[in-house]
């Protein structure tokens, strides 16, 4: 087909389009589609422009409808990330981007979106992880596993789920709601210091026994491609160190590695070597910093 061309000429002639049988037409697809009633008589020369124009938006409407509808249904979920921590001979920190920590151990899978949306911050879970969660009482986190659904707003506690039907949940601080999804009538709330697991279609409630294996987490903790500034928020956070960055470049640094209870010294000086950068204790912090 050759492209429209405008040659100057205005002698174009005076196209006019046949209203009458345009009408006819709509009238009689309306008809078809039973958006008339058979009791009304046949006054399709009667009906006026704006009546049949009302009818046609009742035929617009009845035909799009069901395409919106379907192209709701399948909008696209936010892209998810999976963490599969098989292969993996230590816990694996995940820091998400609302400053929640996850500590996965082996053999578990771990998904969250790329980015939380506006009303929830939802992930999933089969197998175990410990779960340092910030709190945002606007924006609930929201973990679903193989056999339940847990609620938190701000709280740290040990989750162990898998597809299997296996649920345990040790609350360190704050408090979890837990639903079952078999059957949501079914649902409580624990404190810190409770054990919630699950026999049958019941959840058990029982008091924790202070040992050891609540810091697993702790003991060997590997950081994969991590940022710097995200390395030693965990490190704070969960050894007697007190480590800081010279500037926003320095944290950005990414790092690859795996500490086993390290003194503060030790740490650092692994940190430096890989990284190219200085390390100095400055009002009690040790700072890092770029090599000049």
């Known amino acids: 087909m050759k492209p429209f061309q405008n040659t100057g000429d205005t002698n174009t002639e005076d196209f006019s389009p046949d209203?009458?049988?345009?009408?006819?037409?709509?009238?009689?697809?309306?008809?078809?589609?039973?958006?008339?009633?058979?009791?009304?008589p046949d006054r399709r020369h009667q009906m006026t422009p704006l009546a049949l124009m009302a009818a046609a938006a009742v035929?617009?409407?009845?035909?799009?409808?069901?395409?919106?509808?379907?192209?709701?249904?399948?909008?696209?979920?936010?892209?998810?990330?999976?963490?599969?921590?098989?292969?993996?001979?230590?816990?694996?920190?995940?820091?998400?981007?609302?400053?929640?920590?996850?500590?996965?151990?082996?053999?578990?899978?771990?998904?969250?979106?790329?980015?939380?949306?506006?009303?929830?911050?939802?992930?999933?879970l089969n197998g175990e992880a410990f779960f340092d969660?910030?709190?945002?009482?606007?924006?609930?986190?929201?973990?679903?596993?193989?056999?339940?659904?847990?609620?938190?707003?701000?709280?740290?506690?040990?989750?162990?789920?898998?597809?299997?039907?296996?649920?345990?949940?040790?609350?360190?601080?704050?408090?979890?709601e837990v639903t079952l999804k078999a059957d949501p009538s079914r649902h409580t709330i624990a404190m810190a210091g409770e054990i919630i697991s699950t026999l049958g279609n019941r959840l058990v409630r029982s008091k924790q026994v202070a040992t050891g294996q609540n810091s697993w987490y702790r003991e060997h903790m590997h950081f994969k491609d991590e940022n710097l500034e995200n390395i030693i928020l965990v490190l704070n956070r969960n050894f007697n160190t007190n480590f800081a960055l010279a500037d926003d470049k320095t944290g950005k640094h990414k790092l690859t590695v795996t500490f086993q209870r390290e003194t503060a010294e030790t740490m650092a000086g692994l940190i430096c070597t890989t990284l190219n950068l200085k390390s100095?204790?400055?009002?009690?912090?040790?700072?890092f910093s770029e090599k000049k």
């Open 19 to 40: 209203t009458g049988q345009a009408w006819k037409k709509l009238y009689t697809r309306l008809q078809q589609d039973q958006l008339i009633p058979d009791t009304i």
């Open 59 to 124: 035929l617009v409407l009845a035909v799009i409808t069901p395409f919106i509808y379907r192209s709701y249904l399948r909008q696209p979920a936010a892209p998810m990330i999976r963490i599969d921590t098989r292969n993996e001979t230590a816990t694996l920190i995940r820091p998400l981007t609302d400053g929640s920590l996850i500590y996965i151990a082996r053999n578990s899978v771990f998904s969250y979106p790329v980015s939380f949306d506006r009303k929830t911050r939802k992930v999933e």
């Open 133 to 176: 969660i910030a709190p945002d009482p606007a924006k609930p986190f929201i973990i679903e596993t193989g056999t339940a659904i847990l609620r938190v707003l701000g709280t740290a506690f040990d989750l162990q789920s898998t597809h299997e039907g296996s649920f345990q949940l040790s609350v360190e601080r704050g408090k979890v």
């Open 280 to 287: 100095q204790t400055i009002n009690g912090a040790v700072v």
